[in-house]
């Protein structure tokens, strides 16, 4: 199946569903930025995303190179201190525990601390593998640093907090 598109000089040309269903997911994640789309806040605000996309990969590696050499990620009661402490937690939680789950959450607050410092306030929640949304149990509230490294957006540290309802 293929729907028509606008291609070059004005003529309509075919586009592959492949490409259609990218430019699908593009607008969908395009609203995972709320009201920080724009700007140096929303720039910061994608090392969030990508740790979020790379998680609900299950891609262990993808979500420990986000995170600078000194990074940090406490999950649960385990504090992880460098990219590579995450990198082996997560290889063993994607198979085991956090097996299936995602993290989605929303912008609370994006705010730039410094030229290459940002701090992001999020919430949102684990979502257990095959389950369309989190349990009270599995929500939070994140704040994440984030530091701009050789032009590129990092997360020097994620941390949660239960919300009690």
């Known amino acids: 199946m293929s729907v028509v598109g606008h291609g070059g000089r004005g003529s309509d040309t075919p586009v592959s569903s492949k490409a259609a269903a990218l430019v699908s997911q593009a607008k969908q994640w395009a609203g995972n930025y709320g009201s920080y789309s724009n700007g140096e806040e929303g720039a910061a605000y994608t090392a969030p995303l990508r740790v979020r996309a790379a998680w609900e990969s299950q ?19 385990e504090q992880l201190t460098s990219r590579e402490q995450i990198r082996e937690f997560l290889r063993k939680a994607f198979r085991e525990e956090q097996r299936g789950t995602r993290i ?15 701090l992001a306030i999020t919430h949102g929640g684990r979502v257990a593998e095959g389950a369309g949304t989190w349990t009270p149990e599995d929500e939070y509230r994140a704040m994440w640093v984030l530091v701009k490294q050789d032009g590129d957006w990092r997360v020097s540290s994620r941390q949660t907090s239960p919300v009690k309802g």
């Open 59 to 77: 891609d262990a590696d993808a979500v420990a190179d986000m995170f600078t050499e000194n990074g940090s990620l406490l999950v649960g009661d």
């Open 104 to 118: 989605p959450e929303e912008p609370v607050e994006v705010r730039l601390l410094a030229p290459k410092v940002a």
